[in-house]
């Protein structure tokens, strides 16, 4: 019986693809040079002769090829100030020298208020990015920090991380912050690492292949769908079957 089954098993396995292909559209109507595209990560260190060696470990291999890197776009210097009545606000340290515009600030990102951050000392800001990625098979992204990375300035606070089903809910990520060190300047710099992206499929071995995908009329459709639901209900997790329900067979196209 024990056996039966794992032959059962050994066939399924077989079956399935030993790639998923998981593709990303940036939805940037303005500036989208600015964008990096998301590439895989690769370790910076030399080749080393040991056989032994941590370059050589076919787990730290699997698991770092399984990290795939988004760049920040930004150069950007925020510390942390109070209005005259108390209120946190945001200052942009470089001022007349900083490479973003002050009129355009609003537009990249915003601070939550603070009946909505998680601990009463801890600003919340929110970055929007245009990135989105989708596929045709069952796989779930996740958002983390970039902690594969040593960056020269530490930042001075945590990434909130995320996780949802791109299958069914293609939707641009954002970037949101939380500032545990008040007293330290949250310093950005475009192109260090910002974030990763993850992927789980049905099967663990299963490696991931993203390449940049046509924005077609399906795909376009179905994202003006589930975009900004979270404006209108807590529950988004709950619209993920009613949303399966209306899926057109296939939105993954390989863009030319």
């Not at 537009?107 to 919340?124: G, N, T, V």
């Not at 789980?200 to 009329?217: C, G, L, M, S």
């Not at 329900?245 to 863009?255: D, F, I, T």
Request: charged residues 25%; contains cysteine.
């Amino acid at each position: 019986m024990m056996l039966n089954k794992l032959y059962a098993r050994r066939d399924r396995v077989a079956k399935m693809r030993r790639t998923v292909d998981v593709g990303w559209v940036m939805k940037a109507p303005k500036a989208g040079v600015v964008w990096y595209e998301p590439e895989p990560f690769r370790q910076n260190v030399p080749e080393s002769p040991d056989a032994k060696s941590v370059q050589k470990c076919p787990g730290a291999i699997d698991f770092d090829s399984r990290h795939f890197v988004v760049k920040c776009p930004y150069d950007l210097h925020l510390r942390l100030t109070r209005s005259p009545d108390g209120k946190p606000q945001l200052l942009n340290v470089q001022g007349a020298n900083s490479a973003i515009r002050s009129s355009v600030m609003s537009q990249i990102m915003l601070m939550h208020p603070q009946s909505e951050w998680r601990h009463p000392d801890r600003p919340l800001l929110q970055f929007v990015t245009p990135y989105v990625f989708i596929s045709d098979e069952p796989v779930w992204i996740n958002q983390l920090p970039p902690y594969l990375d040593y960056l020269k300035t530490p930042r001075p606070g945590l990434m909130i991380s995320g996780r949802f089903p791109i299958h069914i809910w293609p939707r641009p990520f954002m970037w949101a912050f939380e500032w545990h060190d008040t007293t330290q300047d949250l310093i950005l710099r475009r192109g260090e690492p910002w974030f990763y992206v993850r992927f789980e499929t049905q099967d663990p071995t299963q490696n991931v292949r993203i390449f940049e995908a046509e924005r077609t009329k399906e795909l376009e459709d179905y994202m003006q769908s589930v975009l900004d639901v979270s404006n209108y209900t807590n529950r988004t997790y709950s619209l993920f079957r009613q949303a399966e329900n209306r899926r057109p067979e296939r939105l993954l196209v390989k863009k030319s």
